[in-house]
């Protein structure tokens, strides 16, 4: 559900083409590593706009949430089912 939501938001605010045709960081080659910082420097804008103050605080609470769910999941297979604190 969160991949689609943001899947979704990416093709309405036109993100799509820009971290598509974004060239990959991890290299050995000097020159391909200055392409992708250009490339991005020349999108700078299109991704501030994107990732505004309130996507931090969004992917934060669904870190929380995470991080919820899976200290009750690890605490029912440490406890096997029953009731726990």
């Given at each position: 559900n969160t991949i689609y939501g943001?899947?979704?938001?990416?093709?309405?605010?036109?993100?799509?083409g820009i971290l598509r045709n974004k060239p990959i960081p991890k290299t050995f080659s000097l020159q391909k590593y200055i392409d992708y910082l250009d490339y991005v420097k020349s999108h700078l804008q299109p991704?501030?706009?994107?990732?505004?103050s309130d996507t931090a605080k969004k992917s934060f609470h669904?870190?929380?949430?995470?991080q919820r769910e899976q200290?009750?999941?690890?605490?029912?297979?440490?406890?096997?089912?029953?009731?726990?604190?």
């Open positions: 943001l899947t979704r938001r990416v093709k309405k605010e036109g993100m799509l991704y501030f706009e994107f990732y505004k669904l870190y929380q949430s995470r200290n009750k999941m690890s605490n029912i297979l440490i406890y096997c089912g029953r009731k726990y604190n």
